[in-house]
T-cell receptor, first 113, second 112 residues
Framework: DPKIIQKPKYLVAVTGSEKILICEQY?????MYWYRQSAKKPLEFMFS???????DNQTASSRFQPQSSKKNHLDLQITALKPDDSATYFC????????????FGKGTRLTVV | GDSVTQTEGQVALSEEDFLTIHCNYS??????LFWYVQYPGEGPQFLFR?????EKGSSRGFEATYNKEATSFHLQKASVQESDSAVYYC???????????FGSGTRLLVSP
């Protein structure tokens, strides 16, 4: 049973559109993260949340907005999509901070055409 | 900012060969160090960590020793198997921080 559910698995979007990537974790963890993986940047940290509070943000663009409606949810809204946003987006979680084991979901592969 | 450097982009070995993947880090504080492994179609998986100087982390036959002086955390395995073929990431996390910084990854290809 996957403990971190990411939806959808694959996503094709048109340039300029807006998409929401869904992430739910059922590990009882308090911290959640988003990472991006592409050919240009293998594993790039984007955001971290703890108890639904933003802890760190390394994403320069405001087009990327995390949304946490519940402790075990951390969605990622991306607006005004560009072809450069094409990547696999991984949601992850850990019990407390990232000095403990971080568990990753299987990712959402986003292609912007 | 903090960074992790993996010098080998790809390593090709035969089964039972000895493996070393080099990892060096740069950090302002005293970070925890990690190795993660990623298989095709999957997210990275935690392999092991070390959080203080000279501590050895290990799992599934892989091991690495925290070397603060050399700022290194090299991954080794005495005898690789074909099933070890994957991408290996060295990573660090600063104490009190809320992010893991990953290296560029090393693809390990093991042939039978």
């Amino acid at each position: 049973d996957p403990k971190i559910i990411q939806k959808p698995k694959y996503l094709v979007a048109v340039t300029g559109s807006e998409k929401i990537l869904i992430c739910e974790q059922y590990l009882g963890h308090n911290a959640m993260y988003w990472y991006r993986q592409s050919a240009k940047k293998p594993l790039e940290f984007m955001f971290s949340y703890s108890y639904q509070k933003l802890m760190d943000n390394q994403t320069a663009s405001s087009r990327f907005q995390p949304q946490s409606s519940k402790k075990n949810h951390l969605d990622l809204q991306i607006t005004a999509l560009k072809p450069d946003d094409s990547a696999t987006y991984f949601c992850a979680s850990s019990q407390t901070g990232p000095n403990t084991e971080v568990f990753f979901g299987k990712g959402t592969r986003l292609t912007v055409v | 900012g903090d960074s992790v450097t993996q010098t080998e982009g790809q390593v090709a070995l035969s089964e039972e060969d000895f493996l070393t993947i080099h990892c060096n880090y740069s950090a302002s504080g005293y970070p925890a160090l990690f190795w993660y492994v990623q298989y095709p179609g999957e997210g990275p998986q935690f392999l092991f960590r070390a959080s203080r100087d000279k501590e050895k982390g290990s799992s599934r036959g892989f091991e690495a020793t925290y070397n603060k002086e050399a700022t290194s955390f090299h991954l080794q395995k005495a005898s690789v198997q074909e099933s070890d073929s994957a991408v290996y990431y060295c990573a660090l996390s600063e104490s009190g921080g809320y992010k893991v910084v990953f290296g560029s990854g090393t693809r390990l290809l093991v042939s039978p």
